[in-house]
């Protein structure tokens, strides 16, 4: 049996809680057999990107393919209208 991504998810995290909010829905998401790319709040920045090189670390140690969570590079600080 060989176990892929079914497809791929985006997911937009908050200023608050945004590690947790990674791990839960990344646990989530990938249980599912999909990879996801979050889109942090930008003072999340920093801290969304150590968070997703440490799951996929862990990841990879434990027989997953490369990167499973991904991040858009900057995020938006404010949604362009129209």
Do not use: D
Not at 33 to 48: C, D, E, L, M
Not at 54 to 80: Q, Y
């Amino acid at each position: 049996m060989e176990y892929c991504p079914f497809g791929v998810i985006g997911a937009i995290t908050p200023t608050t809680n945004p590690t947790e909010t990674i791990i839960n829905n990344s646990i989530s998401m990938i249980a599912g057999g999909n990879t996801v790319v979050f889109s942090p709040h930008p003072r999340a920045k920093k801290v969304s990107q150590t968070l997703v090189k440490l799951l996929n670390k862990a990841l990879m140690e434990a027989g997953a393919p490369s990167n499973l969570i991904t991040m858009v590079e900057e995020p938006l600080s404010k949604i362009p209208i129209g």
